[in-house]
């Protein structure tokens, strides 16, 4: 009975390993001095202005938020209503690095003399590795304010950069690792930026 409980979490420890990102996701925290507000009482989970709160992939990265707030206690208010509001930004960019050492090729002249004689060598080295990978940077950005005042009690930022081919790329997987290290130690050090792995 108890290998059959252990073979799944062996599995899903596997998995996990094979999707760890390239690097650690970057957080940082604002609150004001007097948190006793937060992580009580319901909250709603709004897009941004300028974020397009239907669009799928922001829906995956809310919904990651608001299980994060759950977890720290608070109730699931309806959009527009509930004492506190989590204001979600999203951006997500991809680019292509520039290659590092300059052109794929290069030509290397060297002489050399002596008492048994002299010679001069021709050297060429091709750099054959291709262009490095395409990469996807995204940030996950969560401001909590009061609803009736309207004052942010709490503000983190979050962002990492994988390789486009990463199963982190994607939103299913990245979302909830975002979320999850951005509330890690909430409300966290305020003015403090740590990295999370």
Not at 93 to 108: D, E, L, N, Y
Not at 116 to 123: A, N, P
Not at 187 to 192: A, I, L, V
Request: hydrophobic letters at 40%.
């Amino acid at each position: 009975m108890r290998l059959k409980l252990l073979a799944p979490l062996g599995l899903l420890a596997l998995v996990t390993g094979c999707i760890a990102p390239t690097g650690p996701i970057e957080v940082t925290r604002f609150h004001v001095p007097d948190t006793s507000l937060l992580a009580k009482g319901n909250i709603a989970v709004e897009p941004g202005t300028g974020t397009d709160g239907n669009s799928l992939e922001v829906q995956s990265f809310m919904g990651a938020v608001r299980t994060e707030l759950q977890r720290l206690g608070y109730g699931d208010a309806a959009a527009g209503s509930g004492g506190q509001v989590a204001i979600v930004r999203l951006a997500r960019q991809r680019f292509q690095p520039a290659r590092s050492g300059g052109g794929p090729v290069s030509v290397g002249v060297g002489g050399s003399t002596g008492s048994y004689g002299s010679g001069l060598g021709v050297g060429i080295g091709l750099n054959l590795s291709g262009p490095p990978p395409e990469q996807i940077e995204t940030e996950l950005a969560v401001a909590i304010r009061d609803r009736k005042t309207d004052k942010v009690l709490w503000e983190g930022r979050a962002s990492f950069t994988v390789k486009a081919s990463s199963p982190l790329a994607s939103t299913q997987l990245g979302a909830p690792m975002m979320a999850a290290a951005l509330f890690a130690g909430f409300p966290g050090n305020s003015g403090e930026t740590v990295l999370v792995k």
